[in-house]
């Protein structure tokens, strides 16, 4: 048999795994290999988020978003129902506590409707104390539809079901560089080369580089934002039955900290988004060198510093003073003070940010000649994971004439 492998995939994350496995599914013996850095899957984004099954309100009708999410909630859900993986579907609440932040709610409504978002309903404050009796809102938007689940056990999944199918997973295997040839593609690596016909990148937080080392010209670098987590104390969990968040600022890619309770019963706060000095930067003290200077030197970062300055230094502030966390939280529930919250953990997203200072908000999924690169895969990339897995097996197949 040649060394040759048909497609090889860089990331053992959720989208990498999803990916291959869906072409496996679709084209049986082919050699597929998913090459991942660390020593276990779903080590990075994926295994540092806030576990939600989001049922797709917040994104443009005829986004890509929009159409992988609302449908990617129901395949995962089923996905989970078919391998007994843990969900619940414990709804979500949007709140406003605000006049001012009504007219942004009636949008999110009509988006969540045109979207097809499932049982969503506009709900005022009985029916609020009902779902969330430690809310004070106004008004809010109740999402039954949306659920928790571990988004690591669902990658381990797809992993088992890879090698079940007869592909490779590799750990403990960072790419170093990449060659093009004639037909294929040389993949160095920290464990030697490995060749392959086609390449898919879904390499996370460093997908841009490898879009670089095959010597594609993409027009974006990805900043890296930490999301950090308080978690609260256990006496304290009755305050959150399941998901509160605040109305979202539309001009953000991310949905303001909130509340969410995890598969594992604990209940968390947060993320904020503060700038990350590392793209694996999970802790406040961490510095890459390299990452950070690629950050500061990126036009694009400071085209996004100059329009959200007054952003990035409130968040900067709330990220240091737990007082002004613990006060963003408490617009939601009054009763919390900053007794109840402990030091949590963080997540970093893999921002992607174009040189004339745009924050990507869909999904960006590129194809050349002989890869398929994901450039953009925020959130819901995990809830939409096994439709972002079938669209990649789909684009790989037509571009790299797979099974002809
Ligand atoms: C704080 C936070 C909260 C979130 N909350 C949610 C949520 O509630 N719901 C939701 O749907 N989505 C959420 N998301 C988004 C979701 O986590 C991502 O969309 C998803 O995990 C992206 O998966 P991925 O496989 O593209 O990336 P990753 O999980 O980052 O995987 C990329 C993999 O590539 C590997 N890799 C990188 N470079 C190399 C190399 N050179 N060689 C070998 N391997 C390499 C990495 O080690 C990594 O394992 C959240 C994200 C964050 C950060």
Not at 137 to 161: C, G
Not at 376 to 381: I, Q, R
Not at 384 to 395: C, F, N, P, R, V
């Amino acid at each position: 048999m040649s060394d040759v492998y048909d497609v090889a995939i860089i990331g053992g994350g959720i989208l990498g795994l999803s990916s291959a496995r869906h072409l496996l599914q679709q084209h049986p013996g082919l050699r597929v290999l998913v090459i991942e850095k660390d020593s276990e899957v779903a080590g990075q984004q994926t295994g540092h988020n806030s576990g939600v099954i989001h049922s797709g309100i917040y994104y443009r009708p005829g986004s890509l978003k929009a159409q992988f999410c609302v449908d990617g909630r129901n395949s995962i859900v089923d996905f989970c129902e078919q391998h007994e993986i843990a969900f619940e579907r414990c709804g979500k609440l949007i709140m406003a506590s605000h006049e001012e932040e009504l007219p942004r709610m009636e949008t999110l409504f009509e988006r969540g409707k045109a979207n097809g978002v499932e049982g969503l309903e506009m709900v005022g404050p009985e029916r609020i104390a009902e779902i969330e009796p430690h809310v004070s809102a106004i008004k809010a938007l109740w999402s039954p539809a949306t659920a928790i689940v571990d988004f690591s056990a669902i990658t381990r999944e797809y992993a088992k079901q890879l090698t079940e199918a007869g592909g490779t997973l590799q750990l403990n295997t960072r790419v170093t560089g990449i060659t093009p040839r004639a037909d294929s593609v040389v993949i160095q690596t920290d464990q030697g080369e490995r060749e392959a016909r086609h390449l898919i990148n879904c390499a996370g937080l460093h997908s841009d580089r490898i879009a670089r080392l095959m010597g594609v010209e993409i027009d974006l670098q990805i900043v890296p934002f930490r999301g950090e987590y308080y978690t609260l104390r256990k006496e304290r969990e009755h305050l959150v039955k399941g998901l509160i968040y605040p109305v979202p600022d539309p001009d953000l890619p991310f949905l303001g900290v909130h509340f969410t309770r995890n598969v594992k019963g604990y209940v968390e706060a947060g993320p904020n988004a503060v700038l990350a000095t590392a793209r694996e930067g999970y802790r406040k003290r961490d510095l890459n060198i390299r990452d950070f200077s690629e950050t500061l030197g990126f036009p694009g970062f400071w085209r996004v510093a100059k329009r959200e300055w007054k952003t990035g230094i409130n968040e900067v502030n709330r990220s240091l003073r737990k007082s002004v966390f613990t006060h963003d939280l408490q617009k939601m529930i009054p009763e919390i003070v900053a007794g109840d919250l402990t030091t949590g953990g963080a997540g970093v997203r893999a921002q992607a940010v174009r040189r004339d200072g745009t924050l990507l908000d869909d999904f960006a999924i590129e194809r050349t000649e002989r890869a398929v690169h994901v450039l953009n895969a925020p959130s819901p990339g995990a809830t939409s994971s096994l439709e972002i897995g079938k669209y990649i097996a789909g684009l790989a197949a037509e571009s790299f004439s797979l099974g002809v």
